[in-house]
């Protein structure tokens, strides 16, 4: 159940006449998620989702929600913000954050086929180009400096072996942020966290990325490689599907060449992309939210994918 702050139909009909939106007409909860309270809000004007944001704060918020109008307008699928009469994405309601986005066609993909990691691709590398010139910045803060600060925090849990694999991958990590070649990595406003859950399909159709709340400023290639890692693996045992694989990186490739930088940072940039997820997934478990009120996510599927991306190589990028 993910409705933290109940919402009625009377509650929203003052609240909502500073959109121009019309009346509304109905709310109805949305059970996923758990971050935040979502509502399906229809109007006279046509279906939107309302959220109210139970963590992130009025001054957190304008990053992502100006980045969802700046891709919205550039034509990127996306859910678009829609503006109040003073132009504000974010106004109170119930004394929290909240705002109203676009509807989105469709459900989630959750048995992906090349033809839908395609899609995510070619949309990946078309959103990559349209935010280059978004104003806002914030850093990835699930990059580099918060597994620094993670990693002690999580590694009195571990037994000898995950320790080890923890202290190394990060050891070679902190080399590889620092080398040459990853300065000369192409760096802008990315998603960070497009699982198959937040994105949405009408049949084979792509209808929009959603859930931006972890976007930030990173390498475009650190993006490919967590969006890699979640659509184009054998969830058992997350090894990489070479046809999946491919027709993702083509896509991409074919709408926003890939550099030899980046072909060179491939393969230990997926090792990032699976350790950003393991410490997180370590840390949620380890480290739990005071309030938390769900099963954290299992770690060890992380940990398989680094070991694997250690192990065997994927896929060259192009
Ligand atoms: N713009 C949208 N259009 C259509 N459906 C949406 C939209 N935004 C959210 N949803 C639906 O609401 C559900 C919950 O949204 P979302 O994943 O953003 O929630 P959350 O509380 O931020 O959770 P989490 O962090 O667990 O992903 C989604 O799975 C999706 O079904
Ligand atoms: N995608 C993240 C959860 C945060 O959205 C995970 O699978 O760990």
């Known amino acids: 159940m993910a409705v933290f702050t109940p919402v009625s139909l009377d509650d929203v009909s003052q609240w909502i006449t500073q959109f121009p939106l019309g009346k509304p007409v109905a709310i109805k909860g949305i059970a996923s998620g758990i971050e935040n309270s ?24 304008p990053f992502y929600l100006n980045l969802m109008r700046h891709l919205a307008d550039r034509g990127v699928a996306v859910p678009a913000p829609i503006a109040n009469a003073d132009g504000q ?30 899609e995510v691709g070619a949309m990946l590398a078309k959103m990559h180009v349209a935010a280059l ?24 849990f571990l037994s000898d072996a995950e320790a080890h694999l923890l ?84 896509a991409y490739h074919a709408v926003r060449p890939f550099t030899e930088a980046e072909q060179t940072a491939w393969q230990p940039m997926l090792r990032a992309g699976a350790l950003r997820f393991w410490l997180s997934r370590l840390y949620d478990l380890h480290q739990p939210r005071e309030a938390e009120m769900l099963t954290p996510h299992d770690p060890t599927h992380f940990e398989r994918i680094l070991r694997e991306r250690i192990a065997v190589a994927a896929p060259a990028l192009y």
């Open 133 to 156: 010139d978004y104003t806002g910045t914030q850093p990835n803060l699930r990059g580099l400096d918060w597994w620094n600060w993670a990693t002690p925090q999580v590694l009195p």
């Open 38 to 61: 979502n509502f399906f809000l229809t109007t006279e004007r046509g279906e939107y989702v309302l959220t109210i944001f139970e963590n992130l704060s009025f001054e957190q918020l």
């Open 167 to 250: 202290r190394a991958e990060m050891h070679f990590q902190e080399a590889f942020y620092g080398c040459d070649t990853y300065k000369q990595l192409q760096q802008g406003p990315v998603h960070a966290d497009l699982f198959r859950n937040n994105v949405m399909f009408d049949g084979d159709k792509l209808t929009g990325f959603f859930d931006f709340y972890f976007a930030g400023c990173d390498s475009w290639l650190f993006d490919v490689a967590v969006t890699v890692n979640d659509w184009c693996i054998d969830l058992d045992t997350g090894v990489l599907d070479t046809a999946r694989v491919r027709a993702m990186l083509d």
């Open 89 to 118: 994405l974010v106004v109170p309601l119930h004394g929290k954050p909240a705002s109203i986005v676009t509807k989105l066609v469709g459900k989630s993909q959750m048995d992906p086929q090349p033809v839908h990691c395609a």
